[in-house]
Every structure is written in C-alpha cells, then in structure tokens.
C-alpha cells in the first residue's frame, strides 16, 4: 500500500525551507536583491495588493474553467484541494489529512480532515469533495483537469473518506489531488459569482478581467496562514504597466517580471526579485492536422530553424534555459540527459523540407504578448533566425485579450505558454495524450499512450525515468511543439512583504502567495 498520513505541519514558508529540499521536479533558484535575507515574525493585518498578468471577460470562479495563473491564483485564495502540493512540488496533505493507495494505484482512498467549514459555515465532508471532483470528469465537462483525471472511473464519500476507483491505476494520484483546478466547494453548489469555498479569504468582489477582492476568512482552518486583512488583486496584462504599479507604490506584488527591466528595479533597492526556474516553457505550436504541418520533416524543418541560444539571450536576458521540444525542464529528476540537444540548423532545415518534397514553406505564426511576455519579440527573432532555410515566417501580431479564445488551439501556428506539471506523466495527460483536453498540436500516437499508461502505475523510479526519457524523445522527434526555452519565472515583491520564497510548482509560490505571505 501506499500511504502518507501527518497533521497539518503549522510551519510558516521561509527561504530556508523552500530551498532546503531538492527534491521532487524543478527546483527554485532564489531572491535576488536586498529582500532576501530579512525576515520577520509574522503578524496580521494590512492589504495585499497584487498585480497579475492574465485576465480577461470570460473569466470565471467555476474551477472546472479555470486556464491560467492569475485565475489559479484566485483559486487558491478562496479555496482549498484535497492535497496540498508544497515549495518542493510534494504532495502535503491539506483537506484530506491522509490518503492511502492500493498497490496497483487503481483505488485511492482520501480521509477528511475533521472540522473545516466553508465560508457559510458548512462543515467540509467527504461527499463536497466528491461532487466537486466529479464536476471535472462529467461527460460535458470541459475542465482541464479531465486529463489528469483520464481512467477515474468512480469517485465517491463513504463516511469520511473520498474513495477514488481508476481503471489503470495512477500513482500520481496524490499530487493530483493537489491541482489548481481541483478546489473544494459544497455538494450542489453552482453560484459562481457568489463563490463559497473553504480558503483563507471570502469573495468580496470580481470583475472578470479586471479586478478580485477578498477578505480573510475569521473561521480558517490554518492557524499559521491568512495574515493579511484583504487581497485586492487587479490584472494587468501589459508587463511594462505592471512593473510600474509595483515600483510606484501601487501594487505590493507582480508576477512575470520582464526580463528588460528586472536590473533597473533591483537598482531601487527597495524590491525582492524571487527568481523560480523550471515552472513554464515557452514555444512555437504547429497543428499536426493542419497543411504544411501534417508532414513530421516540416515540423523537423521548423524546430532546426529555431535559434535557442540566441532567443534566450536577446529576449529573455539569459534568464533561461534552452528548451529541447520536449516538457520536461532539465532539472526535473525525470529529465532525460542522454537526449542530444536539438540545434539551430539551417541546413537540416532546408534538408527535411527537401524530404518533405518542398524547396520551401510560407507560414504565419500568430503570437500576441498576451501569451507570454516577449511572445512578439520571440517570434520575430524566429523569422529572422529562419531566413534563408526556407522556412519563410511571417508573423501575425494579434490582439493580447483575446489570444487565449480566438488563436489558441485555433490557428495552425502559433506561440503558447505552458506551466510545467508536478510530473511528466501528469504534463503528458494534460496536453499531450492523444484525448488531453489541452492537446495543442492534435498529436496522437498509440505508442506513446501505451508508455504513459504504464508510466502512470510504474512505482520504481528508475523504470519509471526510462518510460518517461522514452517518450520525451517521441515528443522531441514527431510532435508539433517546438519548445525553445524555459523560461526563468521572475516574481517582485515589495520590501513591505514578508515570507515570499520561491517555489517550485508555480510563480507566486504556488499560487498560494495570498496565504503565505504578511505584510511589514
């Protein structure tokens, strides 16, 4: 069996801590800046404010829509998962104070942990998790979490427990329980702009787009939690507006702080720059159904055509690590080393477009800064690299509000952002099964679903890295993502916020910043 079982460890996040496991996927780097080596106790009061990229008018509280980090992020503020996942991306446990699985990871059984209330004084039961779990798996749900869910077959409350059935078996279970998606609400509840959760702040306000407040919850569970009275949190798409909030006094914290200016705010003296490596990656997508890109030797055309080193340097500043086609960031225990790196090569290019039977290719990639900060700069850079291999680019600047609806998973390339998963098998099922909800190329192997299925019950690490360095080399070789960097994931502080540490499973420390940290 396999078991994990502790009360909630009541231990405040600190630098020391985030960084003195290394353990479980990519690691954080550090702070950079005079913020990084003071500390104070924690104390109440005061309002954080937050200033995010992200945002938009479709936004929804429904977790099941939830896409990007600024809604995961209000996610986190309002609610709680089964399982928490902590600075070193391992599975805590948060609603359920325990879990134990079968030996083939086919039955998962969650105990709830005893005396949580939602914030209409409901007691949090095992039959609230399992309606808000099913939410995700419902035949017309769209939720993201659909794929890490694929092959749960029943989920149900007997007494205080969840009890999780999964046709195949999958080990990772745990940590999906700690997903953004997966947030507890009341069994039956559907009224989502009156948001009831069992976080450590209640819904005051949303304005899809354009702002979130909320205050602390009196009744949270987590005695060492939820220091701030209020989180007023504003989305700001443009990076350069967002760092100005911040240096002028006008937020407290921003999330994706841009690579060009990140010496000018170190400069002031008066910010911690938290530097997290391996939480995202940036690339270029190709729709494998789609006309050039149906031919794997154009895709390979496209990817030597791409100049990692040099993207890296001029549009990310050095923070960063070049990409090789594959999800899996280099220091991620699953990392597969003997992978040789993919290199920018014109004449490989023009090579695989002869083998394709073209002597060249005219295609537009889409791209927009509202997929990630330097997405435009990114791809005129690939268009210039890409002159003379006859992969003739022209870029497309489209709106940034409406880059994730309209040109996502829409047009047959373009550029994306991905956060990096917990696990290469939870990263695989979520956008690279051939059934992923987020399957953004449309690839599908049958090979490569086999591998994941066994890599999803495979217990023994060392099997489990071969199944997984497998089929980072299938998605390295045939698929249509054509992943150039990983992008170092800057976080800014001001000196008035106490607590901020890096984190491995996403920026703003994992999301939970609202919780985590207090103000001076």
């Known amino acids: 069996m396999t078991t994990r079982q502790n009360t909630y460890p009541g231990l405040p996040f600190t630098r020391r801590g985030a960084l003195g496991v290394l353990g479980g996927g990519a690691l954080a780097a550090g702070l950079i800046g005079p913020g990084a080596v003071r500390a104070q106790t924690p104390k109440k009061g005061g309002t954080l404010r937050i200033g995010m990229d992200g945002g938009g008018t479709s936004d929804s509280l429904d977790p099941t829509t939830y896409f990007y980090y600024h809604m995961y992020t209000v996610g986190f503020t309002l609610g709680n998962t089964l399982v928490e996942l902590d600075a070193t991306k391992q599975p805590v446990p948060e609603l359920a104070e325990s879990w134990e699985g079968t030996p083939d990871a086919k039955r998962w059984v969650f105990k709830m942990r005893k005396g949580v209330e939602f914030h209409n004084g409901k007691t949090v039961t095992a039959a609230d998790a399992a309606y808000s779990l099913n939410r995700h798996i419902a035949p017309d749900s769209k939720s993201a979490a659909k794929g890490f869910l694929q092959g749960v077959t029943s989920i149900r409350a007997d007494g205080d427990n969840v009890i999780i059935e999964h046709e195949t078996g999958d080990a990772d279970m745990p940590s999906i329980m700690g997903q953004y998606h997966l947030v507890i609400v009341p069994d039956g509840f559907d009224d989502w702009s009156g948001f009831i959760g069992s976080g450590p702040y209640m819904l005051d306000s949303f304005d899809p787009g354009v702002r979130f407040t909320a205050s602390r919850n009196p009744n949270y569970w987590k005695p060492d939690r939820a220091w701030v009275d209020k989180v007023d949190l504003s989305f700001i798409l443009d990076p350069t507006a967002r760092a100005s909030a911040l240096m002028t006094g006008g937020v407290d914290i921003i999330d994706y702080v841009d690579t060009k200016i990140v010496d000018r705010i170190k400069a002031m ?18 729709d494998t159904r789609a006309k050039p890109f149906d031919s794997n030797d154009v895709r390979e055309a496209v990817k030597f055509a791409i100049n990692r080193e040099e993207l890296v340097e001029k549009v990310y500043h050095g923070y960063g690590t070049v990409g090789n086609d594959h999800p899996v960031p280099p220091n991620d225990p699953f990392f597969n080393s003997e992978l040789p790196q993919r290199p920018f090569d014109p004449d490989k290019a023009r090579w695989h477009l002869k083998q394709a039977g073209l002597d060249k290719i005219d295609i537009e990639l889409a791209a927009a800064d509202g997929a990630f ?45 991905w956060g990096v998963r917990p696990t290469p098998s939870m990263m695989f099922s979520v956008a690279f099964a051939c059934e992923a909800p987020w399957n953004e190329t449309f690839w599908c192997n049958d090979q490569f679903t086999q591998l994941l299925n066994q890599g999803k019950v495979e217990t023994d690490f060392a099997k489990r890295k071969q199944i997984f360095g497998e089929m980072q080399q299938m998605v390295h070789a045939n698929d249509g993502n054509a992943i150039f960097v990983f992008p170092s994931t800057l976080d800014g502080y001001a000196e008035t916020v106490q607590g901020a540490a890096p984190d491995a499973v996403a920026l703003l420390m994992g999301c939970r910043v609202a919780e985590r940290v207090w103000m001076a």
């Open 269 to 286: 003296n008066r910010f911690q720059i938290i530097e997290n490596i391996g939480l995202a990656y940036h690339e270029s997508v190709m």
């Open 373 to 417: 900060t330097g997405a435009v700069d990114a791809a005129v850079l690939m268009q210039a690299s890409a002159d003379g291999t006859g992969v003739n680019i022209e870029v497309d600047r489209v709106p940034n509000d409406s880059y994730w609806s309209d040109v996502w998973m829409k047009r047959p390339y373009c550029v994306s952002n």
